[in-house]
């Protein structure tokens, strides 16, 4: 079992930042890769991004360029820094850890963008 904890989010304004935190503990794997992704109020679950185990990144269109995903694997840690933040970035964003035969989500933290 691997626990997924999401933390950082918020409201904050048009063209502000927020970093938002998935600390990961429990049968973490090396080799592991996670993911960010987002829900906005009556919408599907979005893919933002993602990032292999030794840092390979990729994102979605709409957020290329604002977005940057990382990760610490010796704190077993991935991080979301968003910047110039848009209203249609507003959603719960759920970390998720998947690995050979494992697929774990966090309960999702709210970030609201709005003036």
């Known amino acids: 079992q691997v626990q997924l904890v999401e933390s950082g989010g918020g409201l904050v304004q048009p063209g502000g930042s927020l970093r938002l935190s998935c600390s990961a503990s429990g049968s973490i794997v090396a080799g592991n890769i996670m993911f960010w992704h987002r829900q906005a109020p009556g919408k599907q679950r979005q893919w933002v991004a993602t990032i292999g185990y030794g840092g390979s990144t990729d994102y979605t269109d709409s957020v290329k360029g604002r977005f940057t995903i990382s990760r610490d694997n010796a704190k077993a840690t991935v991080y979301l820094q968003m910047n110039s933040l848009k209203p249609e970035d507003t959603a719960v964003y759920y970390c998720?850890?998947?690995?050979?035969?494992?697929?774990?989500w966090g309960l999702g933290t709210q970030v609201t963008v709005s003036s």
């Open positions: 998720n850890y998947k690995h050979i035969g494992s697929d774990y």
